[in-house]
């Protein structure tokens, strides 16, 4: 099993920053992907971010420019640095890792919230 702690979720002003991250633990072997997904109330969970062990990047349309996906991987701990808020990037956010085997693991979601 793999544990995931999520932090840096808050209430910001439209054109402001946040920064979340996630720390992974257990069983962590195998991970190859770390990510972001976020969910609206209403809404499906999309996509918004992600990294592989080889740094490669991949980011939704709506937040390509805006948000940057990075990791460390010696903590085991994926960051998203989030700036140029916009309130349709209100939602809870969550981690995503995955592992070689397709074991996928989720965090419990952090609450990101911008007005306008």
């Known amino acids: 099993q793999v544990q995931l702690v999520e932090s840096g979720g808050g209430l910001v002003e439209a054109g402001g920053s946040l920064r979340l991250s996630c720390a992974a633990s257990g069983n962590i072997f195998m991970i190859n992907f770390m990510g972001w997904y976020r969910q609206a109330p209403g809404k499906q969970r999309e996509a918004v971010a992600g990294i592989t062990n080889g740094g490669s990047t991949n980011y939704a349309d709506s937040v390509k420019g805006r948000f940057v996906a990075s990791r460390d991987n010696a903590k085991n701990t994926v960051y998203l640095q989030m700036n140029n808020l916009k309130p349709e990037d209100t939602a809870v956010y969550y981690c995503?890792?995955?592992?070689?085997?397709?074991?996928?693991?989720w965090g419990q979601g952090t609450q990101v919230t911008v007005s306008s």
């Open positions: 995503n890792v995955r592992k070689m085997n397709g074991a996928n693991y």
